[in-house]
């Protein structure tokens, strides 16, 4: 199947979805963009997804490919470290990278995505369909089956990539993709920290955590001054404070620096939903029919928990991937789709594996001296042995090196290390027993 020739159907217009439309379209591939909500910039962002994203290197990078990452560093606030709020001690700051100038960039996610649409929409070729939910597809036809706005509706195309997130209907209604749901015992709630007399309440230059051993809150801040707070906690923490007394006591007791600063606490917790966090782990990505074929990408394919802020900078480098493997092959979509999982499995699975890994961080190590000293020695290497000795959240965070590859170079680094400290030791025992012998 040629790429100028066959139809092809995006399943999901969030921030994958747009993207990719984006890229096939200025290929010359005429899209057709569906989408379940009716359009976001004009009936509003829907409640109970997360308001605002950490994106960093990978996304920008990616969003450079189409022209947006200065519109979107724009409209971004930098966030330089964490600022960590211990219970009982004053809170400090952790600077991500070493020299302390690299951040990741705090966005509204409605407006990154709206960005997003316009981006697509702008694109000779991409239409986009609001309100119209996936229910089914049949791989082998190429048949989608949808819920529209005046009842069920059914299109054909050659090439189906679905991008219709976490709790993908493509997924669950391709038998061909198996796949394993591992959902935390902790979910999510927000929260929001209004501006103070006109200011931020707390630093805007930081992603602020209160780890709290087996559960945290997290905030990041907003152009127009707030913070958005985000609980993570066992979901039958939730449950406990049912009452606005229970409520307020709790956030007294255990965030005492953040509790007056949200003017109806109560009744926020009380209104706002508790979210799920669920690893995907799928195989395989792609389906291959007679007329057809069907792929997913971004959270359709790999959702991971947030905690290294990754989700979305990972599902832009699918995007990116799709485009760059179509050019390989000379736009050869069996081919292109085939590289294409083939190339990101790895990396999305250690990502998945270093987002869990990064909870425990957030969450109880940033609280330790001995963390705090390793982080401050990591820096130091960094600074002396530049491009030799990187840390893993700088490989994660601030550069595009295949997620795949960062755990193996972690543990040559750590080699090389351990062999330098045991060959200085070394040296050093034998220039003590030089001495001895001298005297
Ligand atoms: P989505 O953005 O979920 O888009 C899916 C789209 O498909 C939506 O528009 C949806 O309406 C549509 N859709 C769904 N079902 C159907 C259907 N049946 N038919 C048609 N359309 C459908 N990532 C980061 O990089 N940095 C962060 O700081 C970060 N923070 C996060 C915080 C929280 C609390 C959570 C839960 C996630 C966070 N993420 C973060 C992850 C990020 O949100 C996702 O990885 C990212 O949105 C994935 O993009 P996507 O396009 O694959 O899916």
């Known amino acids: 199947m040629r790429a100028d020739d066959t139809p092809v159907a995006i399943v999901g217009a969030g921030l994958a979805g747009c993207l990719l439309a984006t890229l096939l379209g200025r290929r010359g591939i005429p899209v057709t963009v569906y989408e379940r909500r009716p359009d976001p910039r004009v009936a509003g962002a829907e409640r109970g997804r997360s308001i605002n994203l950490a994106i960093s290197a990978r996304g920008l990078a990616a969003l450079e490919e189409v022209g947006l990452k200065d519109k979107a560093l724009g409209r971004a606030l930098p966030m330089h470290g964490r600022m960590v709020h211990p219970l009982g001690a004053p809170q400090n700051f952790q600077p991500y990278s070493a020299d302390g100038e690299r951040a990741i960039n705090s966005i509204s996610r409605a407006e990154l995505n709206a960005a997003l649409l316009d981006a697509a929409e702008a694109v000779p070729g991409v239409s ?79 992603l602020h955590i209160w780890p ?10 907003n152009l127009d001054r707030s913070f958005t707070c985000t609980l993570f906690w066992p979901k039958d923490d939730f449950d406990a404070l049912d009452t606005p007394e229970r409520v307020q006591a709790h956030f007294a007791e255990h965030y005492p620096d953040v509790a007056d600063l949200i003017p109806d606490l109560a009744g926020d917790f009380a209104l706002n939903p508790v979210g799920s966090l669920v690893t995907v782990r799928c195989w395989p990505w792609v389906r291959y029919g007679e007329g057809a074929i069907v792929a997913l990408l971004g959270d359709a394919a790999h959702a991971i928990v947030p905690f290294f802020g990754q989700g979305a900078n990972c599902a832009f480098e699918d995007c990116v991937e799709i485009d760059r493997c179509l050019g390989e092959t000379g736009g050869d979509w069996a081919r292109a789709l085939s590289l294409y999982q083939e190339n990101r499995k790895a990396n999305t699975d250690a ?89």
């Open 128 to 206: 986009l369909r609001f309100s119209h939910r996936l229910t089914g597809v049949d791989a082998v036809a190429g048949r989608l089956h949808m819920e529209g706005p005046e009842g069920p509706v059914t299109e054909d195309a050659g090439i189906v990539l679905a991008g219709d997130g976490a709790y993908s209907a493509a997924r669950r209604t391709v038998e061909a993709f198996t796949a394993e749901q591992d959902f935390l015992e902790h979910g999510y709630k927000e929260l929001t920290v209004p501006p103070r007399d006109g200011e931020f309440a707390l630093d805007p230059d930081a």
């Open 212 to 221: 709290r051993g087996t559960s945290m809150m997290i905030a990041l801040p």
């Open 351 to 439: 990502i998945a594996e270093m987002a869990l890994d990064n909870f425990i961080e957030m969450r109880d190590r940033v609280n330790s001296r001995v963390y705090r000293l390793t982080r401050s020695a990591q820096h130091a290497l960094e600074r002396r042995l530049a491009g030799r000795y990187v840390s893993r959240y700088e490989l994660v965070s601030f550069s595009t090196v295949p997620y795949a590859h960062i755990p193996a170079r972690l543990r040559r680094q750590n080699q090389v290390l351990a062999g330098a400290v045991l060959a200085a030791g070394a040296l050093l025992g034998l220039g003590v027993r030089a001495l001895r012998r001298r005297r």
